[in-house]
Nanobody, 124 residues
């Protein structure tokens, strides 16, 4: 599975962005899918995910502001980010794995396939 993330950019606090992650090589049906983010010098942080059988998990820091979604026809994963804050600044990466159940979605080590990151910068 090859993943391609896009949609990052420079925005102001309060603005919105939509990240996309498109997959090739295999359909994502039955895969757990997630967004993680990382600030240089810090550990990778879980953002949001689908378990392989459905269900959604969000990090507490993004609940109510971010929405994860998917388009099975396009084999794509999305992250709608609203009310962005400077602390949301990071490189955002998508990840998928067929073994991910809902309870394990936040553990980055469980994911086999990763896309390259897309940088989101939120200015104050």
């Amino acid at each position: 599975v090859q993943l391609q993330a896009s949609g990052g950019g420079l925005v102001q606090a309060g603005d919105s962005l939509r990240l996309s992650c498109t997959a090739s090589g295999r359909t994502l049906s039955g895969y757990g899918m997630a967004w993680f983010r990382q600030v240089p010098g810090k550990e990778r942080e879980f953002v949001a995910a689908f378990g392989r059988s459905g269900g959604i998990m969000y990090a507490d820091s993004v609940k109510g502001r971010f929405t994860i979604s998917r388009d099975k026809a396009k084999n794509a994963l999305y992250l709608q980010m609203n009310s962005l804050k400077p602390e949301d600044t990071a490189v955002y990466s998508c990840a998928v794995d067929p073994s991910i159940i809902l309870s394990s979605t936040r553990y980055s080590s469980r994911y086999r396939y990763w896309g390259q990151g897309t940088l989101v910068t939120v200015s104050s």
